[in-house]
């Protein structure tokens, strides 16, 4: 089945610092989807973007499926955007097969 | 809030017992998905149904089973618990019988003791 991999697998950063986040998908998709996990578990919704560019406040997501990778920003990081950010995907030539998650990058904002 | 309702949010129960997670999907969305996070498998789909039907069937184990009624809420039974059934469970909503975009309620954080 379809691989997906996310890098760094661990992230610290001070706060008000940007980074990137990437997610490599290994077979060609037809919908893409960032999510947060809190500290608390909850799943949130950050960008459903197969393809393309879009952007969120602070956040902003990258899309080249011609390349298979998936890109997101985070600028002027904040306590609360620790947690762990999911790269999911649904495989093109897979049936019926729903999402597939990776192992996630857990990012830690430090005051 | 993504509009999709787990119940109940946290459950604590003893090997060999049975459970029943419950979800109830945003307005308008027909498919239901049911997700088990676990810290050494990570997320991983169980089930999904479309309108009442099972559409695609993932990793669910036999002692697991899942429904959608026609209110389109849908409940996952877990039965014979085991330490290792110990985990979050997801539930996720979409319009279409296809993916699309998902929404995930906040989970049912399941401890079997």
């Known amino acids: 089945g379809i691989q997906v991999e996310q890098s760094p697998p661990d992230l610290i950063l001070q706060e008000g610092a940007n980074s990137t986040l990437r997610c490599n998908f290994s077979?060609?998709?037809?919908?893409l989807q960032w999510f947060h996990q809190n500290p608390w578990g909850q799943l949130i919704n950050l960008f459903y973007?197969?393809?393309g560019t879009k952007q969120n406040g602070r956040l902003s997501a990258t899309t080249v499926a011609t390349e298979r990778y998936s890109l997101l920003y985070i600028s002027s990081s904040q306590t609360t955007d620790s947690g762990v950010y999911f790269c999911?995907?649904?495989?093109?030539?897979?049936?019926?097969?729903?999402?597939?998650f990776g192992k996630g990058t857990r990012l830690s904002v430090i005051a | 809030d993504s509009g999709v309702t787990q119940t109940p949010k946290h459950l604590i129960t003893a090997t060999g017992q049975r459970v029943t997670l419950r979800c109830s999907p945003r307005?308008?969305?027909?498919?239901v998905y049911w997700y088990q996070q676990s810290l050494d498998q990570g997320l991983q789909f169980l089930i999904q149904?479309?309108?009442?039907?099972?559409?695609a069937k993932g990793n669910i184990l036999e002692r697991f089973s899942a429904q959608q009624f026609p209110d389109l809420h849908s409940e996952l039974n877990l039965s014979s618990l085991e330490l290792g059934d110990s985990a979050l469970y997801f539930c996720?909503?979409?319009?279409?019988?296809?993916?699309?975009?998902?929404?995930f309620g906040e989970g049912s954080r399941l401890t079997v003791l």
């Open positions: 999911a995907v649904e495989p093109r030539n897979s049936g019926n097969t729903p999402l597939v």
């Open positions: 077979d060609s998709v037809n919908n």
């Open positions: 973007i197969p393809s």
């Open positions: 307005s308008g969305d027909l498919s």
């Open positions: 149904y479309y309108n009442g039907e099972e559409r």
């Open positions: 996720a909503t979409a319009s279409g019988a296809n993916t699309g975009e998902l929404f």
